[in-house]
C-alpha cells in the first residue's frame, strides 16, 4: 500500500526524529479496528526496539479480539502538548506508526520482548524482571506491531524556533 504523503511537508520531522520519539515517549495510543466496524483505540504502555513496537496483554479482551480480527493497526505518541491560549493554537509534537499488529506465538520471541518490555519500565532490575515472569507469563501476551509507515510532525511555531 501506498501510505499518504503529509501535506504540510515543513511541519514533517525526520524518521530520525520520529524514532527518537518512540525511543523516549513512555505510552501511546494503539488504534485497531474494534467490534461492529467501530474504531477501537486504547492507551498503553510499549517498548520501541529494532523498527518494531512490542506491547503485553491479558489473554483475552477487546484487544485481542480485534488484533485477530484485522492485523492493521496505528499507533499514536504525543510527544508534545504546549496549549497557547493567548495564540489558539497549541505547540504540538507527535508520530503516528501505520502497520501490521500481531500475536507473538513463538515462546523464545515472547519472553524476549517480555523482557524487553520489562527493562524499558524497571531497568537493571533482573532478580525482580525475573520473579514478574515465573509469576505472570502464562497469563499474558505480548504483541508485535511491525511498523510499515511512519510520521512525525510537529507545530509551524516549533519549526519557526529551530531555525
Do not use: W
Request: a negative charge; one cysteine or more; charged letters at 30%.
Amino acid at each position: 500500500m501506498e501510505f499518504r504523503a503529509m501535506r504540510r511537508k515543513r511541519q514533517q520531522l525526520s524518521e530520525e526524529e520520529s524514532i527518537g520519539i518512540l525511543q523516549t515517549a513512555t505510552a501511546g495510543t494503539l488504534a485497531l479496528l474494534g467490534d461492529g466496524g467501530y474504531p477501537y483505540a486504547v492507551p498503553i504502555s510499549y517498548v520501541y526496539a529494532g523498527g518494531k513496537l512490542y506491547f503485553h496483554s491479558a489473554l483475552s479482551g477487546h484487544k485481542v479480539d480485534a488484533i485477530k480480527n484485522c492485523d492493521k493497526a496505528s499507533f499514536c505518541v504525543i510527544d508534545k502538548d504546549d496549549v497557547q491560549p493567548a495564540k489558539y493554537t497549541t505547540f504540538f509534537r507527535s508520530v503516528i506508526a501505520f502497520g501490521h499488529i500481531h500475536i507473538i506465538e513463538d515462546e523464545q520471541e515472547k519472553l524476549e520482548t517480555a523482557r524487553l518490555l520489562g527493562d524499558r519500565y524497571n531497568p537493571n532490575q533482573e532478580e525482580a524482571l525475573q520473579k514478574e515472569l515465573e509469576h505472570g507469563f502464562a497469563r499474558m501476551l505480548m504483541i508485535r506491531f511491525d511498523i510499515e509507515h511512519l510520521t512525525g510532525k510537529q507545530a509551524i511555531e516549533l519549526v519557526k524556533q529551530e531555525r
